[in-house]
């Protein structure tokens, strides 16, 4: 029962940002707010489908490298984040993906689904801590910036695919991910005092919140043509009209 539970708490933890992530940054490209879905529903679901399996393979890799020294751990951390953010470009950038704006869209969920899956594995790895609470308020924020930070580096590199420049988009999404990593990684290594790692911890926070500001206000948006994105402007006016009348 107590296993169960575990599973639960950090499965929830998990999924729980990735899902609210995906609707509040989506749901601006959706039916009703807009006349038509501007992406295909079931490649969202599927990407993050994909991302979730992703994840657990990502976290068995992580798991399984026999690293015992700092240098060691640092290099299999870096290797993981390549191996990921290297799985996301060539995902997205196959053939119907490539030069297909809701690319950025199908790279977004992608990135929430390893996120889920790497946090829950994150979760389960830590059964008996004294201060149980004090860990759960410290795995969901970790797990609200780890996914904001990876749905912005599978927007960014989805983007890049649908403007046909995979590779300098890719290049920039893995800097945002290593750079990311080394705020957070007081916090990841359990290294210094605590008030290190938890300031490690909020900073990383700080810096996955201007990621995904990023991804919301610029990338998300920009990916769309034009005449769309008129239209996008256009739906919002009506709404912000509609609501002071």
């Not at 509040?24 to 994909?50: G, I, N, Q």
């Not at 960014?156 to 046909?164: A, E, R, T």
């Not at 957070?184 to 926070?205: C, H, N, R, T, V």
Request: charged share 15%.
């Amino acid at each position: 029962m107590v296993e169960q539970i575990h599973f639960l708490v950090a499965g929830a933890i998990g999924i729980g940002p990735a899902l609210f992530l995906l609707w509040h940054s989506l749901r601006r490209f959706d039916y009703p707010r807009v006349e038509k879905t501007l992406f295909d529903d079931r490649k969202v679901f599927f990407a993050l489908a994909v991302g979730l399996v992703f994840g657990t393979i990502s976290s068995l890799v992580s798991l399984y490298s026999q690293a015992h020294d700092l240098a060691a751990i640092i290099i299999v951390l870096l290797v993981v984040i390549l191996f990921e953010e290297s799985f996301k470009l060539v995902y997205l950038n196959r053939k119907g993906y490539r030069m297909n704006f809701a690319s950025t869209f199908y790279g977004f969920s992608l990135g929430v689904g390893v996120a889920a899956t790497v946090m829950l594995a994150t979760g389960l790895r830590n059964p008996d801590l004294p201060d149980i609470p004090l860990f759960i308020a410290l795995l969901i924020v970790f797990s609200i910036s780890m996914n904001a930070t990876e749905a912005m580096t599978g927007a960014l590199i989805g983007y890049g695919c649908s403007k046909g420049e995979p590779w300098s988009h890719f290049f920039t999404a893995l800097f945002a991910r290593f750079f990311y990593t080394f705020v957070a990684l007081p916090f990841l290594l359990a290294i210094g005092d605590e008030w290190i790692q938890y300031l490690s911890l909020f900073a990383a926070l700080a810096v996955a919140i201007y990621l995904y500001h990023y991804s919301y206000y610029e990338i998300l948006p920009e990916t769309l043509p034009p005449e769309l994105r008129r239209l996008l402007r256009k739906a919002r006016k009506a709404r912000i009209r509609a609501r002071k009348g």
